[in-house]
């Protein structure tokens, strides 16, 4: 079992990969045929039930076309940059509790924003 800060790392690292695969109208059984695990494997990955293997993630990579830089680090222009950083200055100004709280907000937000996609 997942410790609840791995466990959080998962999240995001799944939330990325479902995002880029979204991004590229791949299906999960379509991706996860492309780097040779089950379906079930990378639902599990996307939702942070598990962490993803280095190597599962260089495959996942590949395909995207992208490197770990890449992957970890979305370019986004002008306004939305600006707002980014500023968001993010003012994250690292929380208490470590804080920042964890606002962490667990976010994942709750992206949760309900998936549970409403798929009700619709």
Known sequence: MLTSKFKKQSQLVGARIRTLRKDRALTQADLASRIGIQQSDLCRMENGEYK????TLFKILTIFEMNV???FHEDVSGASKDRDYEFLRQYQRLS?????EAQEFVLFKLQLEEKLRKSN
Request: overall charge negative; proline content about 8%; hydrophobic content about 35%.
């Open 52 to 55: 993803v293997s280095l190597e």
């Open 96 to 100: 470590p509790r804080s920042q964890e």
């Open 69 to 71: 830089a890449e992957f």
